[in-house]
């Protein structure tokens, strides 16, 4: 099986660390949002996703996995579709199924 990738928004500040995996210059409370950030990415996607690549500033607003408004950008995430948690195969099995009897 193929691995997928998928672009999602989230704060600029934290591209250093995902595109040149550098803490050099973050706090320790940034790091703490870093470390949760990637938390909910591997809640989400599985134990094998990583961040490919990220965007030029897309504007101010909300990221997609919550917290206060900032600068965003996209992220390039890619995953491994047989490492997705369990619950999300439930709802890719229904949309397979609507898309084929449908």
């Not at 706090?27 to 965007?55: A, H, N, P, W």
């Not at 099995?93 to 449908?102: G, N, Q, T």
Request: charged share 30%; net charge negative.
């Amino acid at each position: 099986m193929s691995n997928n990738t998928e672009k999602i928004s989230h704060y600029e500040w934290m591209a250093c660390f995902f595109i040149n995996d550098d803490l050099s210059g973050y706090s320790m409370e940034e790091i703490t949002e870093i470390e949760r950030f990637e938390s909910q990415l591997k809640e989400y996607y599985g134990d094998s996703v990583r961040v490919m690549d990220c965007s030029e500033c897309t504007g101010f607003g909300t990221p997609d996995y919550g917290g206060p408004k900032g600068d965003l950008c996209e992220y390039l995430v890619e995953y491994k579709p047989q490492d997705l948690p369990s619950e999300h195969w439930q709802s890719h099995k229904e949309e397979a199924l609507k898309s084929r009897y449908w």
